[in-house]
C-alpha cells in the first residue's frame, strides 16, 4: 500500500505534481516476521530456560519498539500529509473565494450606458442624415430602423432632420431628437412644367436649410464622409465605406444613375459628398444658393449644378451606389449595391432589408 501526495485542489482531487510516496510494505513485513529474525543471538535453543524467557521477553521488546518507531513515524508522515493537504486546500479554497467575491463585485457593478454609439468599424467615418416629413410613413419608417439600429444608425453619427424637434426614440447613447429646421411643407414638380427639372419634390428650400444646420452644427467635419439618405431606401453603411475608401481625403461627390445620354445623374435617394467637397460648398453656399433653382428644382439637382458648376468639385460616378426604380433597378439580393430604394411601407423595407443582409 502507497500513499501519495500531490496539489490537491479544493474538492480533494489530486493533482498528480511533486508526488511523495510512503511504503507501508516494509512496515507490515517487520511486524510480521519471525521471533529472533532480527537478533538470533539472544532466541538460541541452548540458553537456560530463564535465560530463554528473558531472552525472549527482550526480543518482543525490542521488535515492538521497532513495531512503536515505525507507528510514530506512520503518524508522523500521516500528519504531515494532512497539513500539506489542508494548506494546499486553504490555499485554493481562499484563492477561488477571492475570485468570487471580485466575479460578484464586478457583476453587481450597474450598467454604463455610453455617451457615443458603439466604436466604428475600419474604413471611412460617415456621418448619416435623413429629412422626415413629421406624421406619416416616412416617421414610422425612421422609428423602425431607430430600434433595429439598422440604415443610418448603422453610421458612425446620424441626424434626422424635421421641420419641429421630435423625440424620435432612444438608443444606448440617450434619446435621440430630430434637429429642427423650420422648413415649409413641399410640393411636387413635374418635369418639363414652367423650367421643372423633376417630377419628384420640389423640395429644394428644406435641404437647404438641411445643410445650413448641419454644417452650423460643426459635427460633421469629424467624419470622412457626409451622406444623405431617403427615409425609404434600404441603406448597408458598410458596403459604402468598401465603395468610397478610394477617396478619402479628396473633395469629390458621387452619381449614381447613369442611363441618360445627357450624362450622369446624382439621384436624391442616396448622395455622398465627401468632406472636403461640402467643406467647399460651406464656403460658397451664397453663390449656391444664387443659381436659378426657385420653384425648378429637386435638392438632388441643385446640388449636382452646385458640385458641378460653381465649386468645380470632381463627380465620381458608381452604378453600384443605389438600385433605384426610378433609374436603373436591381433586386434585393443584389450584393454589390450600396441602397436600394423605394420601400415606403415598413414591412416591404425590411423584407428587402433582410434578403440584402441575409444572402
Not at 511504503?23 to 535465560?51: F, K, W, Y
Not at 433605384?324 to 439580393?333: H, N, S
Request: hydrophobic fraction near 40%; aromatic fraction near 10%.
Amino acid at each position: 500500500m502507497q500513499w501519495a501526495l500531490g496539489n490537491m485542489d479544493h474538492d480533494g482531487q489530486r493533482q498528480d505534481s511533486g508526488l511523495l510516496l510512503f511504503d507501508h510494505s516494509r512496515m507490515e513485513a517487520l511486524s510480521s516476521s519471525p521471533s529472533g529474525s532480527s537478533d538470533s543471538s539472544l532466541t538460541s535453543v541452548e540458553e537456560e530456560p530463564l535465560q530463554q524467557g528473558f531472552s525472549a521477553l527482550l526480543s518482543r521488546g525490542r521488535r515492538n519498539s521497532k513495531v512503536h518507531e515505525i507507528c510514530a513515524a506512520s503518524l508522523a508522515f500521516v500528519s504531515i500529509v494532512t497539513l500539506a493537504a489542508a494548506s494546499i486546500w486553504a490555499h485554493n479554497s481562499n484563492s477561488n473565494q477571492a475570485i468570487r467575491q471580485m466575479t460578484e463585485r464586478r457583476g453587481l457593478q450597474p450598467l454604463v450606458l455610453s455617451d457615443d454609439p458603439p466604436a466604428s468599424p475600419p474604413g471611412p467615418k460617415l456621418f448619416c442624415f435623413s429629412v422626415m416629413m413629421l406624421g406619416g410613413e416616412e416617421e414610422r419608417l425612421l422609428k423602425t430602423q431607430l430600434m433595429k439600429r439598422c440604415s443610418i444608425f448603422q453610421c458612425e453619427e446620424s441626424a434626422i432632420l424635421s421641420s419641429e424637434r421630435y423625440k424620435l426614440g432612444s438608443a444606448e447613447w440617450g434619446d435621440v431628437w430630430t434637429w429642427k429646421t423650420n422648413a415649409a411643407a413641399v410640393v411636387k414638380g413635374k418635369y418639363g412644367k414652367h423650367g421643372q427639372k423633376t417630377d419628384s419634390f420640389l423640395n429644394t428650400p428644406q435641404f437647404i436649410l438641411a445643410w445650413d444646420v448641419l454644417i452650423e452644427s460643426k459635427r460633421i467635419w469629424n467624419f470622412d464622409f457626409i451622406v444623405k439618405v431617403d427615409p425609404d431606401a434600404v441603406f448597408l453603411a458598410d458596403r459604402l465605406r468598401k465603395e468610397v475608401k478610394a477617396y478619402s481625403g479628396q473633395a469629390v461627390y458621387f452619381t449614381n444613375c447613369g442611363k441618360w445620354a445627357s450624362g450622369n445623374k446624382l439621384y436624391g435617394s442616396l448622395e455622398v459628398f465627401s468632406k472636403e467637397a461640402i467643406h467647399a460648398y460651406s464656403e460658397k453656399v451664397d453663390d449656391c444658393k444664387a443659381l436659378p433653382w426657385k420653384g425648378k428644382w429637386g435638392e438632388d439637382y441643385y446640388m449636382q449644378q452646385c458640385m458641378d458648376k460653381v465649386l468645380k468639385v470632381r463627380a465620381v460616378h458608381s452604378d453600384n451606389l443605389v438600385a433605384d426604380k426610378r433609374c436603373v433597378w436591381a433586386k434585393c439580393t443584389d450584393w454589390r449595391k450600396v441602397a436600394f430604394h423605394p420601400f415606403k411601407e415598413v414591412v416591404t423595407y425590411f423584407d428587402c432589408w433582410g434578403q440584402a443582409t441575409q444572402m
